[in-house]
């Protein structure tokens, strides 16, 4: 995409950790130029003052995505700091788990500001820029719920649904720039820090299901789509089967999923209610894992994504043979 051997640059929201921290020390090995946004300017510091150690050139703007004016201001220190902005990744998503109504709606619109209209404010201030350089890749980190909605997690589902239609939208009016790129990252779930700081409105404890992605290797899709963008990039193998089970019966699968919750929650110990990380930085270390990930043979997430798939198939087509046979 550059059009000069000048070493490019890359805007990473959600830089402080997980998904955006892999990716920023991927794109350093490279050689780009880095301006790192997030919420918690110690943990930037941090992970800038490494990066700088290993020779990258790296620029620091704590952002909060929900704030319009900041997003613009990071547009601004980053073409500033860059020259060009090359490609930029919207990587914020933050979430909570809980009945719909018993999550409070501050939860709900904090979420959707910060995964929706967030994302919404990045393309905005940058979609000009590119336009003015005649180039440039926007990287959409929306998730496998874009395809599928997830109960218990009402508005990151309608966060993630949403963004599927922004990139949609915008895809189809960047298609006069042959050289701007609007591209979606959909990931199955990946071990990252996210899923200890997610809102927990449950009362109960919370342990995310295996087999889960390494944030490394959604890092490393991300970094391709710089030299080899393209519009839809699926992580995981699970994200067939939800993409598939959803396109064959809807309601079934997710009436599958909601049994599972109610079966996980009867069992699982009690906990405190929290809302995590939707107003405030979480407070521990930053890093790139969760550290929830087990041991698994290389094909075991495939034949759990085939199973799946086999099963709410399945139960489709019986489904659809019983209603022929009913009398009407």
Avoid at 112 to 117: E, V, Y
Avoid at 124 to 148: E, K
Avoid at 183 to 211: E, Q, R, W
Avoid at 253 to 273: H, N, T, V
Wanted: a neutral charge; hydrophobic letters at 45%; charged letters at 15%.
């Amino acid at each position: 995409m550059a059009t000069t051997l000048s070493p490019r640059t890359a805007v990473i929201t959600g830089a402080s950790s997980g998904i955006g921290r892999a990716t920023a020390q991927l794109f350093a090995e490279r050689g780009w130029r880095l301006v790192l946004a997030a919420r918690d300017a110690d943990a930037l510091d941090a992970l800038a003052g490494d990066l700088r150690g290993r020779g990258a050139a790296v620029q620091v703007v704590p952002t909060d995505i929900g704030d319009n004016a900041a997003v613009v201001a990071l547009a601004e220190a980053a073409q500033t700091f860059g020259g060009t902005i090359d490609l930029w990744f919207a990587n914020v998503g933050i979430g909570a788990v809980g009945r719909f109504e018993d999550v409070p709606i501050e939860a709900h619109e904090q979420i959707l500001r910060s995964n929706l209209l967030g994302h919404l404010y990045e393309a905005h201030a940058v979609l000009p820029i590119f336009q003015r350089q005649g180039r440039g890749v926007f990287v959409n980190m929306i998730s496998m719920v874009g395809f599928a909605a997830a109960p218990l997690a009402a508005a990151y589902s309608a966060s993630k649904f949403g963004l599927k239609g922004l990139s949609e939208a915008l895809r189809a009016e960047q298609a006069v720039h042959p050289h701007i790129h609007i591209c979606d990252v959909y990931p199955a779930l990946v071990d990252t820090p996210a899923l200890d700081h997610a809102g927990n409105y449950t009362g109960k404890a919370i342990h995310p299901p295996t087999p889960l992605l390494d944030p490394r290797r959604v890092a490393e899709a991300v970094v391709r789509l710089a030299d080899h963008p393209r519009a839809t990039t699926l992580v995981g193998a699970q994200n067939w089967a939800a993409r598939i089970g959803h396109a064959l019966a809807p309601t079934l699968s997710l009436k599958i999923i909601d049994r599972w919750f109610e079966g996980y929650f009867a069992q699982a110990q009690p906990a405190a209610i929290t809302s995590g990380n939707l107003f405030a930085p979480p407070e521990d270390s930053p890093r790139v894992a969760g550290g929830f990930r087990k041991p698994l043979t290389r094909r075991l997430p495939l034949l759990l994504a085939g199973g799946t798939l086999l099963a709410v198939g399945g139960a489709a087509l019986l489904r659809q043979r019983a209603s022929r046979t009913e009398p009407s």
